[in-house]
């Protein structure tokens, strides 16, 4: 029913598209219903990953997709979890208990976390602001892109995003937009850091998307005039000026 949905739906674009040219409707009313379309599609090809935790031994509790770490006076406390991922979305909801310390994603991890470890990590500081992506290759610590000072939040609380694909590397947190290309580790474990903090990480998740080509997933795109394609941020755009 949804193929059949979808079908139509793509024909109606099409239809839309077309009668545009006369100003039948606007352009936008065009890429609202394109974007509509495109989005579902990915919306479908998104898989959940079942991300598996023990934290016995470390200063995590975890209640679901939940966990409660406080650092203060221990430096780095880790938790890596037994689920590896090389192309994916990660993301969780950080609230600090006190506005001190860091809160981290940490992702494509070796799975050490001695001198012998590598990873990527993905941050922020709840006292500064400070918003950093950097990775670990033994005890160095190395900034894969310039870090950012956000607004401090008045609840202390703060949406993490981490996107890769291959060597390339998205993070957003508040309305900020790190983006750094790195070669150094391409798949690895998920985890988390807490420098010197009481965090609650909320609603932490990660999914895969198949499509990374928009011109795949049931959808042929016969963009052309005005419209375009944005593969990178996925999207259509159209400028009838």
């Not at 793509?10 to 936008?28: D, E, G, H, N, Q």
């Not at 192309?87 to 208990?97: P, Q, R």
């Not at 590397?169 to 508040?174: F, K, N, R, W």
Request: with cysteine; aromatic share 8%; charged share 25%.
């Amino acid at each position: 029913m949804r193929k059949v949905w979808k079908r139509a739906m793509t024909s109606a674009l099409a239809a839309t598209m077309a009668f545009s040219s006369i100003t039948m409707v606007s352009a936008k009313d065009v890429v609202d219903v394109a974007n509509t379309i495109l989005q579902e599609t990915l919306a479908e090809t998104t898989e959940s990953i079942d991300l598996q935790w023990n934290t016995e031994g470390t200063d995590y509790t975890q209640d679901g997709t939940t966990f409660q770490c406080n650092s203060i006076g221990k430096g780095d406390s880790f938790l890596l979890s037994e689920t590896k991922g090389k192309d994916f979305v990660y993301e969780t909801d950080v609230k600090f208990n006190e506005r001190k310390g860091a809160a981290s994603l940490v992702f494509r991890s070796n799975g050490t976390t001695d001198d012998s470890k590598k990873m990527y990590v993905a941050n922020i500081n709840g006292e500064t602001g400070e918003a950093r992506l950097f990775k670990f290759n033994g005890q160095e610590a190395v900034n894969v892109e310039d870090p950012v000072f956000l607004t401090l939040s008045d609840d202390n609380t703060y949406h993490l995003k981490v996107v890769t694909s291959d060597n390339k590397i998205t993070y957003t947190v508040g309305d900020a937009t790190l983006e750094a290309t790195d070669d150094m580790i391409g798949e690895g474990q998920f985890g988390m850091l807490t420098w010197e903090a009481d965090a609650t990480y909320s609603n932490v998740t990660a999914s895969s998307a198949a499509v990374t080509d928009l011109t795949t997933g049931g959808l042929d795109w016969n963009i052309n005039g005005n419209y375009t394609l944005d593969a990178e941020s996925k999207s259509i755009s159209c400028n009838s000026i």
